[in-house]
Structures are given as C-alpha cells and as structure tokens.
C-alpha cells in the first residue's frame, strides 16, 4: 500500500512539468524571436540612420591642414607684440612644440585613455545616458576625439540627435586622423577664456610665458579650463581655480604623469597670474591701429583669420618712453588745474558685504587708467584719506598727497567737489612710493618721433590713453603751430636774400581797418615788450612775433604759402596772410616732425612709414618693405638752407626759448623750435638730432586757454627732453658738417653769393617795411595794401587797440 501510494503522487507531478514545459519553451521562443526581432529592427534603424546621416556629416578631410582663425598680430622691430586684432586669440603651435607637461595634465583630467580607446568612450556613454534618462539633454564623458568633433564643427546644443551626430564624427575622425593629429587639434582650437583659444594663447594671457616655459602647477591650472573657462578663470575665480588644479596635479599623479615629489611641489608653487591686460603691456595702441587700417585695406576680412605678423619699425623701449614721458607731462600739468571733485559717489551701508559688493562694482566700473588708478573713499578729513582699492587695499594719503585736491577737503566745497566717504578717487604713486590724489586729464597731448633719413616712426603716442580717446593726435588733430612754425618762414627768406645777420627791427606794429579790410590788427611778442634791431638769429632765438611778421612782409606771404609745401604741408591750410608768420594755419604733429626732418637730413622730404615685412603663420614673409633712401628726386630744399636753417635751430636750444634741451641733455647736437598760439590754446615742441625727429603737442581737444603762464618751453619741451634722454643714451654727438654753397664769416654762415658783403641788410627800422606798396599783401585779405596805407612805428592809443583773432580756423 505505501508503495502504491507513493507511485500516486510522483505521477501526477511529472505530468503538470511535462504539460507546462512546452509552454515555457514556447514562450521563452516567442521572446527570444521578439528580441532578436527588435535588435534586428533596431539595426535597420541605425543602419538607415547611419545611410541618411552619415553622408550629411561634414567633410573632416580640410583638418589634415589644420587652419584655424588665426589673429593679425602687430609686432615691434625687436619682436615685442604691441597689439591684436581678431575675435580669437591664438598661438598654433605643432604637437611636436607643446611641452609633454602640458599634454599630460589634460590628459589626466580629460581622457587619460585617449591613446588606447578608438575615439568613444562606450561606459562613458552608457553612463551618461543613463543619468539623463527623461530629460531632453544629455551630459557626460566626452573623450578629446569627441570635444574636437563637437568644438569643430557642431553647435553648443545638447541634445540626443546631436550626441549622435557626435558619435558619427568621432569615428570619422579617428579613421582620417592620427592620435597626433587630434591631439593637437584639440590643444590650439578649444575655448579657454580672455578671448583664449588653445593653450599657447592662454599661457601667454594667464602667465605672461611662452608654453615652453610652464610648470607643472600652471599647466595643471591650464587644464582646467576647458570644462568651465568662466567657473574656473584664475583671474575671476582664482578659489575655485586653484581648487580644480589641485585635482587636476592628484589626477596626475594617479596616472604616472608625475611623481608624488613633483605633486607635492606643484600643489605648494605660488603662482603668479597676471591680473590685468596693463600688464607688461607696450602701450603703442595707435600703432597698432594704425597698421590694422594700413593691413585691412590690402587684406579685407582676412585681416583678422589669416594669422599675419607684422613687423614695424617702432622699437618697444623707446615706445614705452615716449608713452611715459607723454603721461608724465600731461599729469605735470594736471597737477597744476582746480581739483574738479570725485568722478562718482556710491552709498556706504552698516553692512560690510554690502560695502563690499558696492565698492567692487563702482571700482569695476571705473577701472584703473595704468598709474592713474580708481579708489572708493571710506574716511576723509583735512589731513588724511583713507580708501579702498582693488582686491581690497586699502591705502593712506597723507601730506603733500592731499595739495593737489585740497579745495575738495574744505568744509565749504561745494557738494558735488567735496570728497567724503564714497566718493571714487583717483590716486597715483609719487617717485617716493607715497599715495597722492589726483585727477583724470582733461588735456591731451601728442608724440611721434622717427628717423630724418628715411622716415620710419620711432615712437608715436596719439593721445593720453586709447580706451579713453581713441582720437589719434598725431595723425588727425589739424592745430595752429604757433611759433614753431616760424623756421619755415626764415627758411623761404634764405632763398629771397636774408642771412642770420640780417637786421629786422622788433618794433610795434598796427595795421588799420583799411589794411585788413575789418578789424584793426595789432600783434604783439610773447612777453609784450620789443628790443629794437636784432639779427635774424637772435630774432628766432628769442622767438620774436615782430621779426617773423617783417621778414613775411619782405619775402611776400604768397611766395611763403609755396615755399612751405616744399616741406610738405599743405598750402590751402596756410593762407597768403601776414599771420602765417605767427603759425595761424594749421598742421597735424606728424606733419611738423616730417617737416622738421626736412632741415634735418640736408634737405630731403621723407614719407612716413610704420610698416618693415608681413610675415604668414608659418613665418614666410608675404611683404617686405626695405628702408627708403634719401634721392634727388625727393630734395625739398638746397642743403645749405637746411644748415643754415639747423644752424639758426640749434641756437634756439642753446641759448633761446629751448636752451633748457642742451643744458639739460649736456650735448650740442640737438635743434628745435618752441611755439605757443595765442592765449596759451596749443603748446609745441619740435626738434632733432641728425638721427631723430620728434614733436610734442599739447591742448585741449575742444580748444581753450590751456593758462597765462603755460608755453611750449614750459609744457611741450620737457616731454621731449624725456624722451630723447632715453632715446638718445649711447648715441654719439653728430653735427653737420657745411655743404657746398655756403661759407663762414666772423663766425656766422652765409651764402656764397651774399658773402661779400658779408649779407648784412636792415629791414623794418623805419616807419615801413622793407618791401613797400603792392609789395605789401593785406594780412587779412592778401591783396596788395591799399595806398596811404601805412604800418604805425608808434603804438596807437588804447582805444584805437582792437586786436584781430589771429587763430580762428
């Protein structure tokens, strides 16, 4: 019986397996088919994807010759880059060239498997995918292949199609290019802030260094970059940047980039990161302007992606100097105006972050201007300020700081003068490294310099600062020269018979209405007084208004107007009239040091240039342009005019209005000119050594009295003393040696043919001038004086003194 019993219940048993086996089987198939079904769906899917999008990928086959958009860069002659023009700022550099420092920190941190996968990293994607599950973007593990194929040539759009389109190029890639070939790629095209791209560029923008010459510790903060070039800018976000480096050093080391030593000492390296584009900077952005109008005009858009160098003939040291000597001047001169009261005034709070956040803002709003820096005031009394500059410093201004803004301390300063807690200062470092207040310029000022013999620019400063004016001065500020005008003058009266000792009378004179057709005109000397018969020398010397005037008279004003363009001014902006003996046309600072150069190199006019090759990428000169040479064809003037001429000019600086340039400079090969328009409105300069020409201009733009007491002496000269101490250091004295056609008698040079007698004539000691009747041109109208006409020795009585405005345009 139990046997039976036992045999009962196994049966039934077998029987239900052996019933629903089949079905499970069955099942299990039907599954396995729908699987198989599915995946061969999926296939035809990718397969008709890949159909349709893979000859809609783009062509890769142009990354073989990898030419990304590449910057115009503006270089001095020693190789100095003085200026940038492009959207993106980039070095290529070759694989080969890039340090294996700097390969190995984004390799650490980016794809430490770059050179072993094929181009995507599958557990990458899976993952990524995974985490974005029902979200419409994706984000992930991107390897460098895939950044190059998303950075190249797709949209920063996150999205699943994309991610495909990616894939697809990813593979395109890796089939066309070598590990090499991407890599470097990748190390010149990817974004990495300040305008950045590529790690040549941003070692030079973060570091001031060639790629060459980095660390560990900055190539690893360099490496940072790329994920967030915002979130991790040493410059902006120097906390979150370091703590990404030190990752970026762990990574390193975890991969046998580095040892645990190099670690530890790149982690403790203190990095110097340069916190602002002033620094180490040549200030030569007119320059630099100047060539990108000059490039883009042969070169169109290109201009700005072909990765053109162009080489000047400025040399950066003597830029730097005439860019300081300029600032010092006009500040000199600054320092000397009523204070005008803070630039803005921002509400302190209790709260400290407030404050904070406030000061930073108004600070970031008013940025420093070089050695011309911004504070926020936070105490202030009669004896002390105290402020707050960036990177919260604060600094102290005691004493002779406070003289230059005292009227703003006062109790009784009016409201928007007064300088209180909040006011945004401006402050600046004297020579004994103490704080001093100061002021923005409302003056601006010019300089250029160059070489007489060929005309290549040494130095040009178009104004103050670039980002506040871009007005460039030297080139596009049309001024009244003044008396530095004069030379050219007494330069036309050589030809017409007058030597340096040629007698004019330096009397008073008036010309009436039936003279100038209006208003009486009686001009006046400088200093208001007259000294009666001197030479022509001496007259120049001293700068006398009487002399050039009879001189003009003599030679005739029409016969003036020719003689000028010779040195290449333009005769329509210096009209026939008496007053073109005072400097009433108007001339750019550029025009005067070419016109000067003219007495310096012997009597030849020279063309400005700027401009010495045009170099590509890959350094083949695409443009050479040698140094012209001084021909007959371009002769001017005879050279003994211009000896004569340079002879007059270096008395000027010896002994005249200039003598403070050869006491100074302690050498007597230096020539010049001062001027000074009338009322004080434009201060010049212009002088030479046989190896330099420079002019210095001084103003304001809208034109005013720049002060009773300011002349070109006093102003313009002591900018160009500056500069040519520097720029002159080393040079040897070079005086000229006499041409032919000249001869020296009793100490004073003549022309051979006025030697005899040894040129000695009187002009002006009566009551008309030498030339006489229609010898004689209206000042006003240029016609001939009219008879009975006649130029008063005796000064007329006061009412009859209506001074005629002899600098309107």
Sequence with gaps: MPSNSSTSESHPSSAHRRAWLPKLLKVFAWGLGLALAGLVSLLIIIAVALAVAYPNLPDVSDLLDYRPKLPLRVYS???VLIGEFGEERRNLTPIGEIPKVMKDAVLAI???????????????????GLANVGRAKSQGASTITMQVARNVYLSTEKSYTRKIYEILLTFKLEHLLSKDQILEIYMNQIFLGQRAYGFAAASEIYFGKPLKSISIAEAAMLAGLPKAPSAYNPVSNPRRAKARQLYIIERMEENGFITPEQAVAAKNEDLKVKSGPDAGRVHAEFVAETVRQLVYSQYGDETYTRGLNVFTTLRAADQTMAYRALRKGIMDYERRQIYRGPEKFIALSSDPRENEDAIDDALAESPDNDDVMSAVVLEAGPKKIVALRQNSETIEITGDGLKPAQSGLSEKAAPNIRIRPGALIRVTK?????????????????????DPRNGAVKALVGG??????KFNHVTQAWRQPGSSFKPFIYSAALEKGFTPATVVNDAPLFFDAGVTGGQPWEPKNYDGTFEGPMSLRRGLAKSKNMISIRILQAIGPKYAQEWVTRFGFDGEKHPAYLTMALGAGSVTPLQMALGYSVFANGGYRVNPYLITKITDQKGKVVVDSPAPTLVESVRGIEARNAFIMSN?????????????????????DLYGKTGTTNDSIDTWFVGFQPTLTAAVWMGYDTPKKLGDRETGGGLSLPVWINFMEYALKGVPVTEFSAPEGVVNIGGEWFYDEYAKGSGISSVGLGSRPAATGAGVDNPVTGQPVPPGAVIQTPPPSDERRRILDLFKN
């Design 464 to 469: 103050f600062d670039y980002e506040k004016n």
């Design 77 to 79: 002659a020693d190789a």
């Design 648 to 668: 007059l000019l270096q008395e000027v600086a010896r002994s005249g209005t200039a003598a403070k340039a050869q006491a100074t400079l302690k050498r007597p």
């Design 430 to 450: 004297t020579p004994k490294n103490t704080w001093e207040i100061t002021q923005l310029p409302e003056v601006e000022g010019a300089f250029v310099a160059l």
């Design 110 to 128: 980016e794809d430490a498997r770059f050179f072993s996968h094929g181009g995507v990293d599958y557990i990458g994607v899976i993952r990524a």
